[in-house]
């Protein structure tokens, strides 16, 4: 079991429902490959440095994984032709980090 | 024969103090990233990465911000993660 962690881009004008279409599908991935969501962080809707998909603004999803590596391609499979996420990227890590990090949304 | 020697020799030392004494003075400074206090880099800590990227958006060279080479290594690899995640942009204005 190796720790990871993703991070995802989705288009800012989502309402709820479509948010958790997408966050139920990548629950069920990883409710099949016997993996867990361990954190899970909101960077709230953030302006991109860049155009992606002709959009300048996009919401941030950060979540910490605990699984195999094939979760990850599969999750990653499922992004790649969903058309309301825009970007995503994960990275294989050694700890799982307490504090929060900085890009947290403050309210 | 023996003039034009000691002539050449003062002008060696005159030269050494006025250039050379700059350059010994940059090597002293350390590195701003390592040591015992120095900050985490990471991708998320957007404030620590913009001081090291120029206003086109250029990772700066080591030789200018005296970051140590394995610093160095780590501190473009985070740099480039946060631009995949559009936090940094790859082109300035």
Not at chain 2, 10 to 30: M, T
Request: glycine share 4%; proline share 3%; aromatic share 8%.
């Amino acid at each position: 079991m190796n720790y990871y962690e993703h991070t995802y881009i989705t288009a800012p004008e989502l309402n709820n429902q479509e948010l958790e279409t997408i966050k139920n599908k990548i629950n069920e991935i990883l409710k099949k490959n016997e993996s867990k969501i361990v954190r899970e962080e909101d960077w709230g809707v953030r302006t991109l440095a860049y155009q992606i998909k002709k959009s300048s603004k996009g919401k941030y999803n950060n979540i910490y994984i605990q699984g195999t590596n094939k979760v990850i391609k599969e999750i990653e499979n499922f992004e790649r032709y969903e058309e309301k996420v825009l970007k995503f990227l994960s990275i294989k890590i050694k700890k799982i980090p307490e504090e929060n990090s900085e890009l947290i949304k403050t309210t | 024969m023996m003039k034009r020697k000691k002539d050449k020799k003062k002008f060696s030392k005159n030269n050494s103090n006025s250039l050379f004494n700059k350059s010994n003075q940059r090597q002293s400074k350390s590195c701003p990233l390592s040591g015992k206090n120095a900050p985490e880099i990471n991708y998320k800590n957007l404030k620590l990465l913009k001081k090291y990227v120029s206003d086109t958006a250029k990772i700066l060279p080591s030789r200018i911000t005296n970051v140590s080479l394995g610093k160095q290594r780590k501190l473009s690899l985070e740099i480039k993660k946060a631009r995949v995640l559009a936090l940094m942009p790859y082109v300035g204005e």
